[in-house]
Structure formats: C-alpha cells, structure tokens
C-alpha cells in the first residue's frame, strides 16, 4: 500500500510540473500589442516632418491611420496617413497609400478613413 502511495504521490507531481510548464509556454508566446495612440502613430512621421496637431486616428490589427497637420503653424498642411505594423520591432511605418489603398489589403474600417481622405 505504501508502494501504490509513492507512486501516486510521483504521478501527481509529475503531473503537476508538466501542466505548470504547458501553461508557462502557452503565456509566453502570446503576442504583445503595438501601442495604438497619436504619439505612437506620430512617432513614424517624425523623420520626414513634425506632427504639430492629431485630429483623428485609429488602428485595427496591424493596420492604422492618421489624420494630421505636420510643419509648422504657419506652414502647416493637414495630411492623411495609413500606417503598418512592424511585427518584429512593434513600431508603426508609414506605408505608401497608392500601394495599399485597394480594397482587401487592410481592415475596412481602416481602408475607409485612410484612403479616402485628402
């Protein structure tokens, strides 16, 4: 009976350190989220002109658009931009539109406010 006992108790801890390690890989492959906010969709602008003003923005999956003002207040040229996520470095690039403005490429609700806007 102590035998039966022992490997009872070997079975259980076995048991137990297996599912511990299934639910440890299972959370650690999770994918993490891109910020989705005006500083980080202005953040892809930066290089080529500073964005003064964000009227509108939105994501969807790795999808996202911007409507803003760049340059300065005296200068300044509202723009619309649709936006694509670097899955590896988790940072928002600026895509050309003409190349992926075509229905079926992005989400719709991205496609309808970053195509079709100034």
Do not use: D
Request: with cysteine; aromatic share 8%; hydrophobic share 50%.
């Amino acid at each position: 009976m102590r035998v039966f006992r022992v490997v009872a108790s070997v079975i259980a801890v076995v048991a137990l350190g297996v599912g511990a390690m299934r639910s440890t890989a299972v959370n650690a492959g999770a994918p993490l989220a891109a910020p989705c906010s005006a500083a980080a969709l202005s953040a892809a602008m930066e290089s080529t002109l500073p964005v003064t003003e964000v009227a509108r923005f939105g994501c969807e999956g790795h999808w996202a658009f911007l409507w803003a003002t760049v340059g300065t207040a005296a200068h300044g040229v509202g723009v619309t931009e649709v936006l694509r996520l670097n899955p590896s470095t988790l940072r928002w690039k600026v895509v050309p539109r003409s190349t992926y403005c075509r229905a079926g490429m992005m989400p719709q609700y991205v496609y309808r406010l970053g195509c079709f806007s100034n």
